[in-house]
C-alpha cells in the first residue's frame, strides 16, 4: 500500500512494534527507512563536536541493531532536532516518505516519539500518513484480515474509505466502517427530555448509512467517538481515521480524543493527513544535516 516508509525509532521496545507494523503496510517493492533523532547540543547536556560524534555513533549502532532484529532491507538516517517530531518529519520531508510508523513505550500507546508538547505540535504538521502499533505488537502482529474505517460521510472520511479499500484489496481483507453518534446534549437536559425513541432513530440512520456504502460490515455507537474506537478495535487488525484540514487525526479523533484514542486503541492505528482535497504542508527544510548510511540483510 505505502510505498516509501519512515520508522521513528528511539531505542525503546516500541521500536520492534514499529519495524513490525511498518513490513505489513509496506508495498512489497517498497522502502523502508529506520530513523532515530538525537537532541541537538542547545537541548543536550554536552556540546561541541564530540557530542555530534557521540550521537551519530549511537544512532548508527542502534539502527543497525534495528534493522537485523527486525530482519528488514532498509536505509538508516539520523539527525538532531529540538524535538522527536520535528526531526521524523524533517525527514520524512527529505525521503519523501508517504508513511510515517512509531510504536509504543510499556508506559503509554503513543510512546515518548509522539508524546510532549513540542512534538505533538509537530505530529499537527505531519506531511504524511501516521500510523502508531500499540505496545506489544511485534510479539502478537498477524496478517491484516480485517480493516475498520472511522466513518462520519465527510470527505476526509470518505477518503479513508478509499485507502481502506486498497488494503484489503491488496490482502483480501474484510472491510468494515463504524459510524459513532454523540447525542444532542439536549437529550440529557432533564427526565422529560430525554427520548429514547430519539436516540434509537439516530442510531438506526447512522447504520443505514454505513450499509448504503455497499460493500462494507455496517456498524453504529452512541458515546464518546475514542472510546468507542478503542472498543470496537479489539475486533480489527487495523483502524484508519481520516483528516479535517484542521490536524492529522481531525473530526472523529480531534484535540483530546486523539490523544485518547492513541493510548487506548488495541490494535493499529493509521491516520491520514492526506485526500483528494490538498496535501499536508511539507516541514520547513527539506535535507536533512546528517549522512545517510544503508544496509542489507
Same mark, same amino acid.
Request: glycine share 10%.
Given at each position: ?6 520508522? #521513528? ?16 503496510? &509496506? ?12 537532541? &541537538? %547540543? ?12 557521540? !550521537?551519530? &555513533? ?9 534493522? %537485523? !532484529?527486525?530482519?528488514?532491507?532498509? !536505509? ?12 521524523? %518529519? ?12 512509531? #510504536? ?22 505531519? @506531511? ?15 496478517? +491484516? ?16 474509505? +478509499? ?20 447525542? @444532542? ?14 436516540? +434509537? ?17 455496517? %456498524? ?13 478495535? *479489539? ?11 484542521? #490536524? @492529522? ?7 483530546? *480524543? ?5 493510548? +487506548? ?7 491520514? *493527513? ?24
Amino acid at each position: 500500500m505505502f510505498d516509501n516508509v519512515l520508522i #521513528g525509532l528511539d531505542g525503546g521496545p516500541g521500536g520492534r512494534d514499529a519495524v513490525a507494523l511498518a513490513t505489513r503496510l &509496506t508495498a512489497s517493492d517498497g522502502q523502508l527507512t529506520l530513523a532515530h533523532i538525537y537532541p &541537538t %547540543h542547545a537541548e543536550a547536556p554536552l556540546g561541541g563536536e564530540d557530542y555530534e560524534a557521540a !550521537q551519530i &555513533t549511537r544512532a548508527r549502532a542502534l539502527l543497525q541493531a534495528a534493522s %537485523h !532484529q527486525g530482519g528488514v532491507d532498509a !536505509q538508516l538516517r539520523w539527525i538532531g532536532a529540538s524535538s522527536p517530531g520535528r526531526g521524523l %518529519h524533517e525527514l520524512a520531508g527529505a525521503v519523501h516518505a508517504d508513511l510515517l510508523v512509531v #510504536g509504543s513505550t510499556r508506559r503509554s500507546a503513543a510512546g515518548r516519539v509522539l508524546l510532549g508538547d513540542d512534538t505533538r505540535a509537530a505530529l499537527d504538521r505531519a @506531511p504524511c500518513a501516521v500510523a502508531i502499533a500499540p505496545a506489544g505488537y511485534a510479539d502478537r502482529a498477524a496478517t +491484516i484480515r480485517k480493516v475498520g474505517v472511522g466513518y462520519d460521510g465527510s470527505p476526509d472520511s470518505e477518503y479513508a474509505l +478509499i485507502v481502506a479499500r486498497e488494503i484489503v484489496a491488496e490482502r483480501s481483507a474484510s472491510l468494515a466502517a463504524l459510524e459513532v453518534v454523540v447525542f @444532542p446534549t439536549y437529550l440529557f437536559s432533564c427526565p422529560m427530555a430525554f427520548d429514547a425513541t430519539a436516540m +434509537i432513530e439516530l442510531l438506526d440512520e447512522a447504520r443505514r448509512r454505513v450499509a448504503s456504502l455497499g460493500d462494507v460490515e455496517p %456498524h453504529a455507537a452512541a458515546g464518546e467517538a475514542a472510546e468507542q474506537l478503542a472498543l470496537w478495535s *479489539t475486533s480489527l487488525d487495523l483502524l484508519v481515521v481520516g483528516s479535517r484540514g484542521f #490536524g @492529522p487525526v481531525g473530526r472523529l479523533v480531534h484535540g483530546s *480524543t486523539s490523544r485518547e484514542l492513541t493510548q +487506548i486503541a488495541q490494535c493499529p492505528l493509521l491516520v491520514l *493527513t492526506r485526500s483528494p482535497h490538498g496535501k499536508a504542508k511539507s516541514p520547513d527544510r527539506a535535507e536533512p544535516s546528517e549522512p545517510v548510511a544503508s544496509v542489507r540483510v
